[in-house]
């Protein structure tokens, strides 16, 4: 109802009007073939999942398959893409009406997120093969979980602070006004968190990518658990030397991405746009030609005035009905002993698992003790100084392009592209290339490790150099402040809030990397390094699960602690000592 | 409603020469108060009937501005009469108390020729104006507590008794931070008070069917919703009610008409300007036909001429009675806008909040905010907003037996210098409305001020004037640096929580304290946010002053001297 209003009301740019010429039927094409497409596509799906699911698959190198492999890698991250966004409205609404639930979801959901979801990925896959009789489906759903896994934190957090920021007084407007849960869910609450929810899902699903990838082409010493889909053909291409494949694979990840960016996210970011809390009408609105086509297509508003209105209004007006007769008390009281039962269960679950875990933790050897601890110490060093080395080129460059606008402009789209490419669909390639160079895995885990980390830095350096004010720029001119005074002064304080921001990014990256990065095989060779990602996937391997749970805890342990000891302080001094106020 | 009874059963007839025999009978102060508990019109008509010399026995015992209206009820030579036979002390204390205005009139007229050029009206109604007999809302002994982190609660409203009666429109005035809002929240039902109770037609709010009271909010910050359409907005509350998609386009559409923005029906609010975007807000409160329509502080946040437009049309819909609601409570920390529209005014007190004072407006619409009856009541208003102690609907209630803490008025030291200078300049001292206007400052903005350089004792604030102290005049001529020495002297011997610092931190031995303590020591007294305040404004005061330094990274403070002596000293050798 409200898209049809804004339809007619929207100011269009030249395409738009030259398109309102053309006879209705014919701008209602490209939804069709849209359409079409899906459905297409959707067919195609379920003739894998129905036929393939038992046997393994080959992986070809045909070109022709590419864009059914494209789909395969497309699917699996809407799925669980889809799976996210419900428990991402069910966990923020929850954590944000119940304050009891609330003291135990968000440290929960704190750790959750800062956990490397990688590190899971062995035993994973493991036990979901071992779940489900066909081992095709078991891996499929194994990856759906390691992707839903990756990319739900954040987009819950986001929904989640969103709903506690809601303004007081819009919250009063809606209790005087006795709205209904439901109104107020689909008027207030899911308006106010849609900007920060598209966003996040943007993040969420270009690193999803990161750990489709990985499950794609994971491989358990000579087990094979690949997927058919853009991963395992880089990684077989690569494997086979093939050249001309690896290129025309990389090609359909870019083209992939760009389009996925083109069709769902710019006209998801112009939609959201009228979500926008502001008080006055911003000068430049994103735009984007596919919403414009969605916003005239009569098709399209039809279909909506037949379907989503009239159920939307039906559930409305019952609901707000039911809710200025309602008499809550006894509903709370139910609901609340349900809840006590809920968590009663949880809590012995929890307990249950703990205690398992513990009595197979005693299992471990003092061989296997010091092997973990001696890789926790290897990968940890490895990360930071990759940070480091990352932070060494990054911020000079960072720095040298963001103080430079038009530079700036245009290194920013470069760099994107570059970046939207995930670091986990290069690993087989580079080290093909460095096996044939000659070095090991010692070397070549921090080119992988650097290859998934720098991006992110080098992305913040530049918005932070480009954000330093000019009239600071301009003290420092007058003053006289140069070289080591001027990064001492201006430079570094300026982007310190950002640089940490890519840091703690980096970082959370490089730790998921470092499973990818340790270990691997190629040409039925396997290749590895001291590490505890080697250690985990070694593991898995051989069926050590005492030393696998032992590995994966201490990764996960470590993680949380140092982003609670090293980044989150580092993040709080920036936001509050080096915060650039205007 | 006591106050009423002598009078009320002769007036329920009609009996005006009763009424008139009954009050001549009373003692002057008992005749006063039953005068004031009646609706304003009754009190004119009374009081014109009144023989002169009941008349100036009354006069005497009412509050200046009070009489200052009715005895403009009556004609001029009948007002001198009374004037004359007043008692010459309550005489004195009358036109003592009278804004400049005000007693220029008021001298002029006792000394004008004997002509009639100021008429009066005096046809008496066959009955006069009906008593209310229930209030539309009742609050008895309503009380607000926050719950104390370490324990216990903060009083923010000290348990209070409050009428909303229909057919007037109520207005709430008080500094920032007094509980205005908090007061309206717990009227209206969005917010439960930590004890006694509000009654809506004499029924508690909880009993009441379909969801609550049938009220609506107009909102500071408009709280429209920006991703729905202009009548979208108006709708939400009649989806709420569960009416059908035509009907509530209709209501909406009406309702946008009454406020003249039926034309932007399908634009968005961001599309609008303030003022319409608070139309939008009023239209969409009027929509549910309200009882009482709530504002909380409606005109804050739009530019004066706009407040002034919009103010003007809210009371064309009211006085014409196109508005479906039968009450008005209006929160606002502006003065004249009270006085502009309000037919009774409530005053806040704060710390915690209670009434101090309850009054009705005597003047017809449409108001001139330039006639000296207006600026009687707008002076009054700030004669009781800058001295605390004046109260005067209650006597001093010290409910708890706790003695209340020292509230440090949050100003910087800047603009206490800067209000210092103004009136050092203008010969010493002037009214408050005056400097407010002159620096076009409303009251939440300049009062602060006034109350920081009356704590310092650089200033006094008496009956609505404020006026430079000595040691205020020495610090508005003094320079800079003489300035902060001035000004150290006057907080330490003013402010008890700057003493209190300044004492704990040279009883230590590295003369440095964790902040944090004294938080903990405010907490006691005020709640959180409040809490915060004090604490800014001390660190400012402190700061300022040369008593301590203070280190955001370690939260500590430390005292100024034993941290920068050598420094110091710098200063004084150089």
């Known amino acids: 109802m409200s898209d049809s209003a804004s339809s007619t009301r929207h100011s269009f740019p030249p395409w738009a009007a030259v398109s309102s010429t053309v006879p209705s039927l014919l701008r209602d094409l490209p939804i069709l073939a849209a359409g079409l497409g899906i459905f297409w596509g959707l067919i195609s799906l379920s003739r894998y999942w129905g036929s393939n699911a038992g046997s393994q698959p080959d992986i070809e190198l045909r070109l022709a398959v590419l864009p059914k492999y494209a789909l395969f890698s497309v699917a699996r991250i809407a799925i669980a893409y889809a799976v996210s966004l419900m428990v991402t409205i069910v966990y923020a609404y929850v954590a944000a009406h119940n304050a009891k639930a609330e003291r135990i979801m968000i440290p929960l959901l704190d750790t959750l997120q800062s956990i490397p979801v990688l590190s899971f990925l062995p035993p994973v896959m493991i036990a979901m093969v071992g779940l489900f009789p066909s081992r095709q489906l078991g891996v499929e759903l194994g990856s759906i979980v390691l992707i839903f896994t990756g990319q739900v934190w954040n987009m819950t957090f986001s929904v989640y602070s969103s709903l506690k920021n809601i303004p007081r007084e819009l919250l009063e407007a809606a209790e005087v006004y006795r709205l209904s849960w439901w109104q107020k869910l689909i008027q207030l609450e899911l308006p106010y968190s849609a900007i920060g929810l598209v966003w996040n899902s943007m993040m969420s699903v270009a690193g999803a990518w990161f750990f489709l990838m990985a499950c794609e082409m994971f491989t358990l010493g000579n087990r094979d658990l690949r997927l058919p889909g853009l991963g395992s053909y880089l990684e077989t291409a690569a494997n086979a030397g093939n050249m001309r494949a690896v290129a025309w694979g990389l090609a359909a990840m870019v083209s992939v991405i760009v389009l996925m960016d083109q069709l769902i996210w710019r006209p998801a970011i112009a939609w959201s746009e009228k979500f926008k809390f502001e008080q006055v009408e911003a000068s430049q609105t994103p735009r984007s030609p596919?919403?414009?086509?969605?916003?005239?297509?009569?098709?399209?508003?039809?279909?909506a005035a037949v379907t989503v209105a009239p159920v939307r209004e039906a559930v409305t007006l019952r609901l707000a009905r039911l809710h200025t007769e309602a008499r809550p008390r006894h509903a709370s009281a139910w609901g609340s002993r349900t809840a006590l039962a809920c968590g009663t269960a949880a809590a012995a679950v929890i307990v249950f698992a703990v205690a398992r875990m513990i009595v197979e933790l005693s299992t471990i050897s003092l061989y296997g003790v010091r092997e973990i601890l001696t890789g926790a110490a290897a990968t940890f060093l490895r990360v930071e100084f990759v940070l480091v080395l990352a932070a060494c080129w990054t911020v000079p460059v960072g720095v040298y392009i963001g103080l430079r606008p038009r530079l700036a402009a245009l290194a920013q789209p470069l760099a994107q592209i570059a970046a939207s490419v995930p670091a986990t669909a290069l690993f087989p390639i580079i080290l093909v290339a460095l096996i044939r160079v000659g070095g090991g895995l010692g070397v070549g885990s921090i080119v992988l490790l650097m290859l998934g980390t720098q991006w992110y830095i080098l992305f913040n350096v530049i918005a932070g150099a480009s954000a330093i004010p000019t009239d600071l720029k301009e003290v420092c001119n007058i003053y006289g402040l140069r070289g080591r005074d001027r990064w001492r002064k201006l430079l570094l304080p300026g982007i310190f809030p950002f640089l940490i921001t890519g840091l703690v990014t980096a970082s959370g990256g490089a730790w998921n990397a470092s499973i990818v990065a340790e270990y691997t095989r190629i040409h039925n060779q396997t290749y590895s390094t001291v590490g505890l990602g080697a250690v985990i996937s070694r593991c898995a391997d051989s069926g050590d699960f005492a030393v696998l749970l032992g590995a994966t805890v201490v990764m996960a342990t470590m993680v949380v602690t140092v982003n609670r000891l090293l980044w989150r302080r580092l993040y709080a001094l920036a936001q509050t000592r080096y915060k650039l106020e205007t | 409603m006591p106050k009423f009874d002598p009078l009320r059963e002769p007036l329920d007839h009609g009996d005006w020469d009763r009424v008139v025999v009954l009050l001549n009978g009373m003692d002057a102060q008992v005749a006063g108060d039953a005068l004031q508990g009646l609706p304003a019109e009754s009190q004119k008509q009374l009081f014109a009937k009144l023989p002169v010399d009941t008349a100036a026995k009354i006069a005497g015992v009412l509050p200046y501005f009070e009489a200052y209206v009715l005895l403009h009820s009556r004609p001029l030579e009948e007002m001198r009469d009374i004037v004359d036979r007043m008692d010459s002390g309550e005489r004195l204390r009358f036109f003592d108390e009278l804004p400049e205005e005000a007693w220029q009139q008021m001298t002029d007229e006792m000394g004008a020729e004997r002509t009639g050029e100021?008429?009066?009206?005096?046809?008496?109604?066959?009955?006069?104006?009906?008593?209310?007999?229930?209030?539309?809302?009742?609050?008895?002994?309503?009380?607000?507590?926050?719950?104390?982190?370490?324990?216990?609660?903060?009083?923010?409203?000290?348990?209070?008794?409050?009428?909303?009666?229909?057919?007037?429109?109520?207005?709430?005035?008080?500094?920032?931070?007094?509980?205005?809002?908090?007061?309206?929240?717990?009227?209206?039902?969005?917010?439960?008070?930590?004890?006694?109770?509000?009654?809506?037609?004499?029924?508690?709010?909880?009993?009441?069917?379909g969801g609550g009271p049938n009220c609506a909010i107009v909102f500071q910050s408009f709280a429209l919703f920006p991703w729905l359409t202009v009548v979208e907005n108006v709708e939400v509350p009649l989806v709420a009610r569960g009416m059908r998609v035509r009907e509530r386009r209709r209501k909406a559409i009406k309702a946008l008409d009454s406020v003249g923005l039926r034309g932007f029906a399908s634009a968005y609010p961001k599309e609008l300007s303030g003022g319409m975007k608070q139309r939008v807000g009023l239209a969409r409160a009027l929509a549910v036909q309200p009882e009482v329509l709530f504002m909380d502080e409606p005109f804050s946040a739009l530019d004066v001429l706009t407040a002034e437009n919009l103010r003007g049309e809210l009371m064309e819909l009211w006085l014409s009675r196109k508005m479906p609601a039968k009450s008005i409570f209006l929160v606002t920390h502006n003065i004249e806008e009270a006085v502009m529209l309000a037919d009774r005014i409530l005053v806040l007190g704060r710390n915690p909040a209670r009434i101090r004072a309850d009054f009705r407006i005597q003047i017809k619409h449409p108001r001139d905010r330039n006639a000296p009856e207006f600026l009687v009541y707008v002076d009054y208003i700030y004669k009781l907003l800058t001295q605390p102690t004046l109260d005067a609907a209650h006597p001093p209630t010290m409910a708890g037996a706790k003695q209340a803490y020292q509230m440090i008025p949050h100003a910087r030291i800047g603009s206490i210098g800067g209000l210092l200078e103004l009136l050092n300049d203008r010969g010493g001292s002037d009214d408050l409305y005056r400097v407010a206007d002159e620096l076009r400052m409303e009251l939440d903005d300049l009062l602060p001020i006034v109350e920081a350089a009356a704590l310092l004792k650089f200033a006094k604030s008496a009956r609505g004037d404020v006026e430079v102290t000595y040691e205020g005049k020495k610090f508005a001529e003094?320079?800079?640096?003489?300035?902060?020495?001035?000004?150290?002297?006057?907080?330490?011997?003013?402010?008890?929580?700057?003493?209190?610092?300044?004492?704990?931190?040279?009883?230590?031995?590295?003369?440095?304290?964790?902040?944090?303590?004294?938080?903990?020591?405010?907490?006691?007294?005020?709640?959180?946010?409040?809490?915060?305040?004090?604490?800014?404004?001390?660190?400012?005061w402190g700061r300022s002053g040369d008593i301590f330094t203070y280190q955001p990274e370690t939260d500590r403070l430390a005292l100024f001297s034993a941290v920068i002596p050598a420094e110091a000293d710098e200063v004084e050798t150089s």
């Not at chain 2, 902060?484 to 610092?501: C, H, P, S, W, Y």
């Open chain 1, 290 to 303: 596919v919403l414009d086509v969605l916003r005239q297509s009569r098709l399209l508003s039809f279909a």
């Open chain 2, 118 to 209: 100021i008429e009066h009206a005096h046809a008496l109604p066959a009955k006069p104006e009906p008593l209310p007999v229930l209030p539309l809302i009742e609050a008895r002994q309503v009380e607000k507590r926050y719950a104390r982190a370490g324990g216990g609660s903060t009083q923010v409203i000290a348990p209070t008794d409050l009428t909303v009666e229909s057919g007037l429109i109520t207005s709430m005035l008080g500094p920032s931070g007094s509980g205005k809002s908090t007061l309206l929240r717990m009227l209206s039902g969005l917010s439960e008070p930590s004890s006694g109770e509000v009654l809506w037609h004499g029924k508690p709010l909880r009993e009441s069917d």
């Open chain 2, 478 to 540: 003094a320079e800079i640096h003489d300035r902060t020495r001035l000004f150290r002297d006057a907080a330490l011997a003013n402010v008890t929580l700057l003493q209190q610092m300044q004492s704990a931190l040279m009883s230590k031995s590295d003369h440095t304290m964790p902040l944090e303590f004294f938080r903990d020591v405010l907490r006691e007294h005020f709640a959180e946010d409040e809490m915060k305040l004090q604490i800014d404004t001390a660190l400012n």
